[in-house]
């Protein structure tokens, strides 16, 4: 065994999303036969497992949580809204410490319906934040708020870039608000080296920002709804590599979780995309 | 006649693919018609008509042309694509100058097959724009570097914020190289009201770089291929409103220009959505 830094592979997670044809014993099986270690996992088809027997499938074979999908959806302005958004990701917590998991993943939400007002909303995701983050502390969680791609500021989160997301999270203590750096939301935007080292922090690892790191390539062109479009690794426009270093150059060294949203790898059969995946990330990231 | 500022519609201009329902003559005569006293034009239905009798029948029909859409596609890597592109551009700013326009519009090119370096790619639109500069003035015309929707990053649009274009049309003297406003591309970016101070600069409207001011609104879900979802001013997330007063406050008192690419519009009436147009501009913008 090597006394050296974790390899690229031992620090690999698999987003469940990407395999969508795999039930969540299937997911397991098939991670720890292919030797990955990790899986992110979501709310929906954990709790339709139960999320107890979830964490004893995920633990008995041998693997990780890297982070539950997710939290979020605070920018509503109506109060039994916000209240039922905030009791709803207290369950969310509690799930995400149920399965071993320090990561809860924010989609902060959009704007809400007639509403054009995208500072308001960025405010209330603060109030959110400021609400959850006791609850979250308490469970051993960090609340990871996921800027996305600026095509889903109206629908779906306000928070568009890692510097905004920076803006928010640093209103916390570092261990109780992170952000989320995925690549096919972030990789055009050419503050994001930089705003990748403001992330990183000058404390080392211990005060980085980055609760999590994930990929996907950026593949043209875009599906109706642009939500089920992300690319295999490699077949797109994003230098993975390029992320992988910066990120590591702040002092990241938590898991690399591949989350990818695309019909035809739902298509095919799970073990080969997963083996896909791996040399895929040995080609374009490591 | 008034001797004070413009009104709105003194300085409305319809972006002619708003209506592409209607031939060039149908536009003019619409235009007039409905009091709209500036069109925006596309260079391939003013090849077709002829470039000459297009300017006299816009002329005669007592309008301005406001913009020409579109130059640039600067980013080719291989030499003989890039002089092809420079040469396409020259010809372009023949045509504006031939139309009365001040102002080409270039949307300055996505990656180049296989690449990932987006760095290099704003570094030769750079290089192009040094080298149309001089010619583009002696036609007395401008170049306006639009920032397109980071979701056009890929395949068409390097160019992604509007302090993005700013970084390089302020490599340039403010009357050679401008930047396109247009409240599509910008509306989600918190930084865009500082960006557009930032063009306005500190010597009011003569130094200003903001060459042209176009408005559409934001609707979702968005349609495959990401081009043509435009919406209805008024229909969707963007603060208009805010918009025109903050170029305003940056000196611009330059044609207000309505560019939405919207089948459902073209599937109506040109001069029932003519009207519209004029109504929620008073509505949504005045």
Do not use: K
Not at 190 to 215: C, E, M, N, P
Not at 236 to 250: I, Y
């Amino acid at each position: 065994m090597s006394h050296g830094a974790p390899s690229l592979l031992d620090r690999l997670s698999l987003n469940q999303e990407t395999l969508r044809q795999w039930s969540l014993p299937e997911l397991a099986d098939g991670c720890a036969r292919a030797g990955v270690r990790g899986v992110g996992l979501w709310r929906a088809p954990v709790q339709q497992y139960g999320v107890a027997a979830a964490a004893r499938l995920i633990r008995d074979a041998g693997l990780r949580v890297s982070s539950l999908c997710r939290g979020g959806f605070f920018t509503a302005l109506e109060p039994g809204e916000r209240a039922a958004a905030l009791d709803d990701n207290r369950a969310a917590l509690d799930e995400a410490a149920a399965l071993g998991t320090d990561t809860l993943v924010l989609v902060s939400g959009g704007l809400p319906p007639g509403s054009r007002d995208l500072a308001g909303a960025r405010e209330r995701i603060a109030d959110a934040l400021g609400e959850l983050a006791p609850y979250a502390a308490e469970r051993g969680v960090r609340l990871a708020l996921e800027p996305l791609h600026p095509m889903y500021a109206a629908d779906r989160c306000v928070v568009s870039t890692l510097a905004q997301a920076l803006d928010l999270a640093e209103r916390f203590p570092a261990d109780r608000v992170g952000v989320v750096v995925d690549t096919y939301h972030l990789w055009w935007d050419d503050t994001v080296g930089a705003q990748i080292g403001r992330a990183g922090g000058t404390g080392g690892a211990a005060g980085s920002r980055i609760a999590a790191f994930q990929l996907a390539d950026w593949v043209t062109p875009l599906p109706e709804g642009v939500l089920l479009g992300r690319g295999q690794l490699g077949d797109g426009s994003v230098d993975l590599r390029w992320f992988r270093e910066r990120v590591e150059a702040a002092g990241y060294r938590g898991p690399v979780e591949v989350e990818i949203f695309n019909p035809a790898l739902w298509a095919r059969d799970g073990a080969e995309v997963l083996a896909e995946v791996v040399r895929r990330v040995r080609t374009h990231v490591g």
